[in-house]
T-cell receptor, first 113, second 115 residues
Framework: GNSVTQMEGPVTLSEEAFLTINCTYT??????LFWYVQYPGEGLQLLLK???ADDKGSNKGFEATYRKETTSFHLEKGSVQVSDSAVYFC????????????WGAGTKLIIKP | GAGVSQSPSNKVTEKGKDVELRCDPI?????LYWYRQSLGQGLEFLIY????????KSGLPSDRFSAERTGGSVSTLTIQRTQQEDSAVYLC?????????????FGPGTRLTVL
């Protein structure tokens, strides 16, 4: 079946450090891939997405590239800020049910000044 | 309102009681979704509405769970005879419904604690 696996947290970094949060998936067909972010006290919001292989999603300095050969969609940012502290979720949707998102467990990111 | 709202934000109940959770979607969004987030877990899909009908109820964990949507707007998730394993954050999302993927906008959730 379809599934998403992301690295366990919490991930603790200093401000301006480079960030990578790993995400790999198992899916039939050609899924769309997403990163959602949940800031403290707020609802989940879409951070970025990629709908086909080799697409790169980007937003707010974050990037993720859809790698079909490694079934991965790792989230990266070159220089993190304290305000990036949040929980990050990787998710996928498949063509047979575009509305249903399959979620990873989430990775808590803590950025220290 | 500008976003998806949910009420109550927190609910503590005793085992065996019934609870109702409410979701107000973004105006104009025809699709509405309920998810459950247990501690340390990803989101678990529960049910999806297109208008007032629910084409997919496959995620409801048991027949104690039910949901309805009226007027193509507000939705209520009802859990009967609550159990301790029902404790979780219940999230609601809404979206437009066109072909292809439609971004889902999430509410802040209802934290349910069953004692």
């Amino acid at each position: 079946g379809n599934s998403v696996t992301q690295m366990e947290g919490p991930v603790t970094l200093s401000e301006e450090a480079f960030l990578t949060i790993n995400c790999t998936y198992t899916a039939t067909g050609y899924p769309s891939l997403f990163w959602y972010v949940q800031y403290p006290g707020e609802g989940l919001q879409l951070l970025l997405k990629a709908t086909k292989a080799d697409d790169k999603g980007s937003n707010k300095g974050f990037e993720a590239t859809y790698r079909k050969e490694t079934t991965s969609f790792h989230l990266e940012k070159g220089s993190v800020q304290v305000s990036d502290s949040a929980v990050y979720f990787c998710a996928l949707s498949t063509g047979d049910s575009n509305y249903q998102l399959i979620w990873g467990a989430g990775t808590k990111l803590i950025i220290k000044p | 309102g500008a976003g998806v709202s949910q009420s109550p934000s927190n609910k503590v109940t005793e085992k065996g009681k019934d609870v109702e959770l409410r979701c107000d979607p973004i105006s104009g969004h025809t699709a509405l979704y309920w998810y459950r987030q247990s501690l340390g877990q990803g989101l678990e899909f529960l049910i999806y509405f297109q208008g007032n009908s629910a084409p997919d109820k496959s995620g409801l964990p048991s027949d104690r769970f039910s949901a309805e949507r009226t007027g193509g707007s507000v939705s209520t998730l009802t859990i009967q005879r609550t159990q301790q394993e029902d404790s979780a954050v219940y999230l609601c999302a809404s979206s437009f419904m066109t072909s292809g993927y439609n971004e889902q906008f999430f509410g802040p959730g209802t934290r349910l604690t069953v004692l």
